[in-house]
Nanobody, 122 residues
Framework: QAQLAESGGGLVQSGGSLRLSCAAS????????MSWYRQAPGTERELVAR????????NYTEAVKGRFTISRDNAKNTVTLQMSSLKPEDTAVYYC???????????????WGQGTQVIVSS
């Protein structure tokens, strides 16, 4: 059974740093693109950062470029989001997401974690 377990959220002052981790189990981790999404109250879930299955490609939403870094360890089945220079507008629930398209069938496999709360105080 696939499972994504986030950790590392919490309360931090503006300008501070947090490191979010996501541990995956029950999936062939290295075949999945991994992403972090976030959702603030009253808003839609938005993509924060994505990393390709082998880690060679990353992309970020404009609002976090230069402040957040996504990385993965395929040997440990983990993906990490290092967040620095945090702002109050980064306050949200952060979700880990795994996604792949099967090569032959084109069937999509995707999974979500339960989310971890990040609160940035001003």
């Amino acid at each position: 059974q696939a499972q994504l377990a986030e950790s590392g959220g919490g309360l931090v002052q503006s300008g501070g740093s947090l490191r979010l981790s996501c541990a995956a189990s029950g999936i062939t981790f290295y075949t999945y693109d991994m992403s972090w999404y976030r959702q603030a109250p009253g808003t839609e879930r938005e993509l924060v950062a994505r990393i390709s299955s082998r880690g060679g490609l990353t992309n970020y939403t404009e609002a976090v470029k230069g402040r957040f870094t996504i990385s993965r360890d395929n040997a440990k089945n983990t993906v990490t989001l290092q967040m620095s220079s945090l702002k109050p507008e980064d306050t949200a629930v952060y979700y880990c997401h795994a996604y792949r398209t099967r090569i032959v069938s084109r069937f999509v496999d995707e999974y979500w974690g339960q989310g971890t709360q990040v609160i940035v105080s001003s």
